[in-house]
């Protein structure tokens, strides 16, 4: 079977079926020639005409041959040159391919780069409104402060003489203007949930002055009394600063909540006088 499938598909290709073509003509012209030589000879006359037969005969095939050659070649050129294109073919879908990417690489780029700037906008107007924000907190908080003993007015100095003096022309970053701010309140919330006791020199009268121990709840009020017990004064905040109020009739008792508060005497209920607003 595979023997009578290769003598069917013998002549198949063109090319073989040019070569077969060609050797059946050789071989009918060399017949005739023969049959020419043959008449030629028996008539007596083998002149020219055979042997420029023969020439031209040759010079046909040898044509002929060159003709297959370059058929062949011809073939050959165009499977190479196909297989070419096939190949720029295939580079030009895959620069095709890139450029699209490419293209959608940009098209995301804009986009992140339109969505960044309109960020940065957002977050410049709130740095503006941060900026604002930051000087009234300083304003308010240092308007706190001067309202306030000197007693805790140097306790949060470290962090209080920070503040710009100029809020609208300072160097200083948002981040450390709001550190200082909070730092400040949060040590003014701590003081004001202590008791402090300390000395102090309290003026009594307009030609008297001497020195009391005064005893501050929180940042809110404040009491004091002579070592001998006998002047006392309240003190509270006001828009104008601390201000001092005698209360020589509470002095004992203000004495004695002292003296508790130093453990000089055991705990007990003790009355002080206080102004709610």
Do not use: C
Not at 84 to 110: F, M, N, P, Q
Not at 213 to 220: F, P
């Amino acid at each position: 079977m595979k023997t009578q499938h290769r003598k069917r598909n013998r002549f198949s290709d063109p090319m073989r079926r040019r070569g077969a073509a060609i050797g059946l003509i050789l071989l009918f012209a060399v017949g005739g020639l023969w049959l020419a030589g043959a008449r030629a000879q028996e008539e007596g006359d083998a002149g020219p005409d055979i042997e420029q037969t023969r020439e031209m005969l040759a010079q046909w095939v040898q044509n002929e041959r060159i003709i297959a050659k370059e058929k062949r070649d011809l073939v050959l050129a165009k499977e190479v040159l196909n297989e070419r294109i096939a190949l720029v073919k295939r580079e030009i879908e895959s620069l095709r391919g890139k450029i699209a990417d490419a293209r959608k690489s940009i098209t995301e780029a804009d986009e992140k780069r339109a969505e960044m700037m309109q960020e940065n906008d957002k977050l410049k107007e709130a740095s503006v409104s941060l900026v604002t924000t930051a000087g009234e907190l300083e304003a308010q908080t240092q308007a706190l402060l001067d309202q306030l003993p000197e007693i805790f007015q140097k306790r949060v100095k470290p962090l209080s003489q920070q503040f710009p003096k100029d809020p609208k022309n300072t160097k200083q970053s948002l981040s450390v203007r709001f550190q200082n701010i909070l730092g400040v309140m949060n040590e003014l919330n701590k003081v004001n949930r202590e008791i402090t006791v300390t000395s102090e020199v309290r003026k009594l009268t307009d030609d008297a002055s001497a020195e009391v121990t005064v005893m501050y709840v929180g940042i809110g009020r404040a009491y004091y009394v002579s070592g001998n017990g006998e002047v006392a004064g309240v003190g509270l905040p006001s828009p104008e600063g601390w201000v001092w109020k005698p209360a020589n009739e509470v002095a004992k008792q203000i004495q004695q909540a002292i003296a508790i508060l130093k453990n000089e005497q055991p705990a007990a209920f003790v009355q002080l006088p206080i102004e709610i607003k």
